[in-house]
């Protein structure tokens, strides 16, 4: 089954005077359970392809459908319901609420969900356990190192099971053993709960654990391989 | 307490000192707030106390059509016995009988028209400050003397002293030829040219006697303690009167209308004051929000990534700016309540004041009037405002794109 369907996308930036093609015509299927890593040099259109899967961005042209649900035409509020019910995001910049610690900033999101306080609080320290961050659930972001914190992140997109998970660039400040035992967090899960997983990288590390690697240059799929993860 | 509220609590004190200064815009204001209403309302009080301090008093009894066209004929028979009744039935209260009637009051040298009242000597201290402005003599003793007070304006124009004699010709009550000699024995000074220019006392007996009057007066004037007694006694009252004469009661407001449309007056000036304040201080809560959204428009798109809408993210901030408004009600009530209550008991002079309330035979100090209603509405205002400044803020949230808003540093 199809988890994710981009049609033939268009999306153009304008900077300055020059239009900037940051999708032209791109179609991908990525299957459910499936393990993507969109690699492309800075400005490739991988973000942005992100962007519109993930609906934060919309393309001037093309069809973009997530669990077989059109999300190109979808509204504001539709959209925000889409992510915060199937869609966990993970980004460079960790990007954790400051003031809150990590148990509170896992368990922002599900209250917002409508997850009673009790199931909450389980399953937010369940799933710190699950990112090896027993402890340490009563400090706040400033407090723990990037790897930490990006595992924090890690546990706030997945903790509520969503079926597809959109990073973008997970590993950019990271070192490499934090990297490695990232990119194992992300492998198990895709393995054991059939997570699909799209992650935008030019890390060389992270595409060795992908089953299929997508190139973009100038906002074109220009090759699209099927692989063996490490 | 929940995330979104320990969320929105937190967010609060990132600034810690931008946060302070808000809520201490907002603790000034509403103090200053509690304590101008408190004084104002305590003001109020005080000039109707003394307007109708007086003369008016706070209540009284007359025939109908008496208050808008004052004719001799339109008499409260039995007054004195009335008044003496409603004394012994209502024995908090202050009452006193009062006749009027207009006369030419000549000494030797001149002729001047006066309005003369006819007063119960024992009471009429209790319902009128006048008694307590005698400049020079004595106030009236008996209720059947032939004695008379007279204004100090009217003494010098008449040219009279203590002692001396006036002869007072007028209409009785028929119609008939009043006239009279009346003794000066007082002569008052209560700092009004009108009040002291055309007024004068005599007993109500002799009043009654020389105006042919047989036993009737004009107004039964009552005092309460204070102007809420006074409201709460008057349905009593006036089911005390006597059914078949049609007599009417007549409160403060109908008795003196202007005086409330002077303190409405006085009301709406204040009130305007005390508008630009609260829209300062919803400008300081409009600019520390504003300032608050702006700068964490990344985070914002972050969590609108994760699935919030921006009708959340708008009750988010407006609950935090509900606990900045909640922060600055408390200690600014709390400051004017502390504030209002020490005047409440203690009172507020003025310089100048005591003595110029002394020369009017007026209490001295301002007391302030210290009720749910003067030490809440003010810092409640500023609650609401602050909650209105913070819906632009809320509403520029529904602009925000998340991708834009992430890019944002």
């Known amino acids: 089954m199809t988890a994710v369907r981009c049609v033939d996308l268009c999306k153009t930036y304008r900077q300055g005077d020059e239009d900037i093609k940051a999708l032209d015509h791109v179609s991908i299927d990525i299957e459910e359970a499936g393990f993507v890593c969109l690699s492309a040099p800075s400005g490739g259109g991988k973000t942005t392809l992100l962007n519109a899967i993930g609906g934060l961005d919309m393309p001037d042209s093309g069809e973009v459908w997530v669990a077989d649900r059109r999300i190109d035409q979808m509204s504001k509020g539709e959209l925000a319901e889409l992510r915060l019910s199937s869609i966990g995001f993970v980004f460079q910049a960790y990007n954790l609420i400051p003031v809150l610690t990590a148990r509170e900033n896992i368990e922002f999101v599900m209250q917002v969900q409508g997850v009673p306080a009790k199931q909450r609080a389980e399953q937010s320290l369940a799933i710190l356990e699950e990112v090896g961050l027993s402890g340490l659930e009563d400090r706040r972001p400033a407090e723990m190192s990037g790897g930490q914190q990006q595992r924090v992140a890690v546990a706030r997109a997945i903790v509520s099971r969503p079926a597809l998970v959109l990073a973008d660039e997970p590993t950019a400040n990271l070192d490499s053993k934090t990297s490695d035992e990232l990119m194992t967090l992300f492998t198990e899960l895709n393995r054991h709960h059939n997570t699909t997983f799209v992650i935008a990288t030019h890390d060389q590390r992270v595409m060795r654990y992908a089953k299929r690697l997508v190139r973009m240059l100038d906002g074109r799929i220009v090759d699209d391989i099927a692989q063996d993860a490490a | ?409």
């Open chain 2, 1 to 409: 307490m929940n995330i979104v509220a320990r969320l929105a609590w937190r967010n609060l004190w990132r600034h810690r000192r931008r946060t302070w200064l808000t809520v201490g815009a907002m603790v000034f204001s509403n103090t200053l707030l509690v304590f101008m209403i408190s004084m104002q309302f305590g003001m109020y009080d005080l000039m109707i106390d003394n307007t109708l301090k007086v003369f008016t008093g706070h209540m009284q009894v007359q025939a109908p059509g008496y208050k808008d066209d004052q004719k001799m004929r339109q008499t409260v028979p039995d007054i004195v016995p009335l008044a003496g009744r409603l004394r012994a039935e209502f024995p908090t209260e202050k009452i006193a009988a009062r006749g009027w009637a207009f006369a030419l009051a000549s000494s030797e040298e001149r002729s001047y028209g006066v309005g003369i009242f006819g007063v119960e000597p024992e009471y009429e201290p209790q319902v009128s400050s006048i008694p307590g402005l005698i400049a020079e003599g004595r106030y009236l003793q008996q209720s059947d003397a032939p004695e008379i007070v007279i204004g100090a304006v009217l003494a010098r124009n008449l040219r009279v002293g203590i002692g001396d004699e006036l002869t007072l010709l007028g209409s009785g009550r028929d119609g008939s030829f009043a006239a009279a000699v009346a003794t000066v024995v007082g002569i008052f000074e209560s700092g009004v040219p009108d009040v002291d220019r055309s007024f004068a006392q005599m007993p109500i007996v002799a009043f009654q006697d020389v105006f042919f009057m047989e036993g009737a007066g004009h107004q039964v004037v009552i005092s309460a303690p204070t102007l809420e007694e006074a409201e709460r006694i008057l349905p009593d009252i006036d089911a005390a009167l006597p059914s078949d004469e049609g007599l009417v009661m007549h409160d403060w407001d109908a008795l003196q209308p202007g005086l409330k449309q002077a303190i409405k007056a006085d009301m709406s000036s204040a009130f305007f004051m005390y508008g630009i304040l609260v829209v300062l201080v919803a400008f300081s809560v409009l600019n520390t929000q504003l300032m608050s959204v702006l700068e964490r428009t990344h985070e914002f798109g972050i969590v609108m990534s994760l699935g919030l809408k921006p009708g959340q993210l708008g009750r988010l901030v407006m609950l935090e700016t509900a606990m900045l408004g909640l922060i600055g009600f408390v200690l600014g009530a709390i400051g004017g309540v502390i504030v209002t209550s020490y005047f409440s008991a203690n009172g507020l002079s003025i310089p100048g004041m005591e003595e110029m309330a002394a020369n009017f035979n007026l209490p001295p100090r301002i007391y302030f009037q210290a009720t749910p209603w003067t030490m809440a509405i003010g810092p409640f205002v500023v609650f609401v405002f602050t909650l209105l400044a913070a819906v632009y803020p809320a509403l520029r949230l529904h602009k925000l794109h998340p991708v834009e808003a992430m890019r944002v540093n």
